[in-house]
Nanobody, 128 residues
């Protein structure tokens, strides 16, 4: 059974930092690309970042480029998202997602239908 469990969210002031984690189980972790998405109230779920199975290739949404860093540890079967220089507009539920195909090259990484399993989410709130 595939499981994705996020953690690390919380309340942080603007300019602050958080590190999100996603612990994965039930599949061959290093064979699949992984992503982080976020969804704010009243808005569609949007792709934040994507990382290939080996960690060699990475994409970011323009809105987070230069502030967020995605990484993965294929020994611990965990992916991470480091959020720096947080802004109030980063407030959202953050979700970890597993790519549907082991051959994903990330061309459509920001499309939700590219993923077959999702975590339950971890809330990030940026407020003074």
């Amino acid at each position: 059974e595939v499981q994705l469990v996020e953690s690390g969210g919380g309340l942080v002031q603007p300019g602050g930092s958080l590190r999100l984690s996603c612990a994965a189980s039930g599949f061959t972790f290093n064979s699949y690309a992984m992503s982080w998405f976020r969804q704010a109230p009243g808005k569609e779920r949007e792709g934040v970042s994507w990382i290939s199975g080996t960690g060699s290739f990475i994409f970011y949404a323009d809105s987070v480029k230069g502030r967020f860093t995605i990484s993965r540890d294929n020994v611990k079967n965990t992916q991470y998202l480091l959020l720096n220089s947080l802004k109030t507009e980063d407030t959202a539920m953050y979700y970890c997602a597993k790519a549907r195909s082991p051959n994903s090259y990330g061309v459509r990484w920001h499309q939700v239908d590219e993923y077959d399993f999702w975590g339950q989410g971890t809330q990030v709130t940026v407020s003074s």
